[in-house]
């Protein structure tokens, strides 16, 4: 694959930008919203840093065809200044766009909800002893030592297939427990029989955040862990 050239222009990179180039590309994207709400800043402050990490040649946004969103993604300078190994994501596949786009604010629920840092499924493929074939949306190593993986279900899998993955996590001895996360309570039932022989699988209700939210409070995660 041809190295991306990108014009990489002088500005003085705070230790804040190069946070949120890391996590950009731990995830593959985020929205300006995202970054105001990981900043705890207004829309219009995060926008502003954004169009100058973006004139410097550190960020870009990736155009989705007919759709008007266009997301944020780390360009190849940006990976070498902050010497992040993971590539840069080159598109994105429309079909699971909403799933990976709730990613990031899923994973800021968590986070603030427990005090501890998400790893995303790109940083696990990343690691050298990466197990290979399924892997879950993301990690949390709690603070009292349980490894939880998260699966954000958002649309309703065949029995067989979930059973099979729910299978595969069980298998898992890294993993404590594995929470699935859902938004719609139509997802639980389905989710309750495959699991139903797997007492380390959580269903977990979760309300994403409104968008364009100013210095969300660290005590409104959304997270509603049964």
Request: aromatic residues 4%; positive net charge.
């Amino acid at each position: 694959m041809r190295e991306e050239r990108q014009e990489v222009k002088k500005m003085k990179v705070t230790e804040r930008d190069a946070e949120l180039l890391s996590r950009i590309n731990a995830f593959g994207f985020m929205r300006v919203e995202q970054v105001a709400e990981f900043w705890r800043v207004d829309f219009s402050t995060a926008a502003r840093r954004v169009r100058k990490l973006i004139a410097a040649g550190l960020l870009k946004r990736i155009e989705l065809g007919i759709m008007t969103n266009r997301p944020l993604v780390v360009t190849m300078a940006g990976c070498r200044l902050i010497g992040d190994t993971i590539p840069p994501m080159t598109g994105i596949r429309a079909g699971t766009f909403r799933h990976d786009g709730l990613l990031p604010d899923l994973a800021l629920s968590l986070e603030r909800r427990f005090g501890v840092a998400f790893e995303t499924e790109r940083q696990l493929l990343a690691q050298p002893d990466a197990v290979r074939g399924h892997l879950p949306d993301g990690l949390l190593h709690l603070k009292d030592g349980r490894h939880v993986g998260i699966e954000l279900e958002l649309t309703q899998k065949s029995q067989r297939r979930l059973t099979d993955i729910i299978s595969i996590h069980a298998s898992n001895l890294a993993l404590d427990e594995v929470w699935y996360v859902i938004i719609d309570e139509a997802m639980r039932p389905v989710l309750t029989r495959a699991a139903a022989d797997h007492s380390h699988i959580k269903i977990v209700k979760w309300t994403p955040p409104s968008r364009r939210t100013a210095k969300p409070s660290p005590s409104n995660s959304g997270v509603h862990h049964e």
